[in-house]
């Protein structure tokens, strides 16, 4: 068993470092809200920290799962920051989904600190996370990854190294540009259905079985039909990850006019107010439009 650090108690973060705990590590966690950490503590055990550099100190590996580009930067970086406290040989593994450009600069930064960087997005949403069964994207060195797979462990169902460094972010681009056109689909078949005054379930029922099945038909579509957006990953969030996927093709030259054409639906859903629906409201946008 490993002593751990996780930094980061969101949706995502908080039962994710929970399972790790569960499993027998040793885990100390930070999170900006302090108040969300001693809930943790209460719930699971373990220990807290008041900064991520006293929560990295003495751990085998660190974990981070925040919001953005700039979150992540300042849990790693700066004399809080985890890096300034971590040995040399010790892994720093980050759930985060960032852009490409920060996954560089940090791998660059702990390399010269001796330290191992995995970046290791996950797809599978808070249900994935609370059941431990999410898919988790790994780039990095192949003795870090190892090392590392064997922790997360704890809370995936799949974990696969994809490449080098950077390689992880990457292929969670892959995930949420094929999950865009995905639930823009189904959000037009079920507008379809109801415009053509079908019975909603008794299509998906149907077709679910077929060709056009997917998870998001199978997760989503009930809760899609009832107009409860109130769940799975927020609008605001998918907004920038689709930025940094549409940020990435402009560099590699791939070409993307489905994620760009979605991305601008999810703008007209954060106008209707709908930036902390979950990313199934692209219906909603469809019914307010008549």
């Not at 590699?252 to 709908?274: I, R």
Request: charged share 20%; with cysteine.
């Amino acid at each position: 068993m490993a002593k751990l650090a996780f930094l980061g108690l969101g949706v995502m973060g908080y039962p994710m470092a929970g399972h790790l705990q569960a499993a027998g590590h040793d885990v100390t966690v930070y999170n900006r809200t302090a108040a969300k950490a001693e809930a943790w503590v209460a719930q699971h055990k373990g220990q807290m920290a008041g900064t991520p550099a006293l929560a990295a100190s003495g751990s085998d590996m660190v974990m981070a799962c925040v919001g953005n580009d700039d979150d992540l930067r300042s849990v790693c970086l700066g004399d809080n920051g985890a890096f300034a406290s971590m040995a040399s040989g010790s892994i720093f593994v980050d759930h985060t989904t960032v852009s490409a450009a920060v996954t560089r600069e940090l791998h660059a930064a702990a390399a010269d600190k001796g330290i191992a960087f995995v970046d290791a997005p996950v797809s599978g949403g808070q249900t994935g996370a609370e059941n431990g069964a999410l898919s988790v994207m790994c780039g990095g060195a192949q003795d870090s990854y190892d090392k590392a797979e064997a922790v997360i462990a704890a809370y995936a169902r799949i974990c696969r190294r994809i490449g080098d460094s950077g390689a992880g972010q990457m292929t969670k681009m892959c995930n949420q540009i094929a999950i865009a056109g995905l639930v823009q689909g189904l959000s037009e078949a079920l507008h379809f259905a109801q415009k053509a005054r079908l019975d909603g379930r008794a299509v998906i029922e149907v077709i679910s079985q077929g060709a056009a099945g997917s998870w998001q038909m199978s997760n989503r579509y009930e809760t899609m039909l009832d107009e409860h957006f109130d769940h799975g990953f927020a609008v605001d969030w998918m907004r920038k990850d689709l930025g940094i996927c549409l940020d990435a093709a402009d560099e590699n030259g791939a070409s993307l006019p489905v994620t760009a054409l979605v991305d601008q639906f999810y703008k007209d859903v954060q106008k209707l107010g709908g930036g902390r629906w979950d990313t199934s409201s692209l219906l909603k946008r469809l019914q307010a439009m008549g």
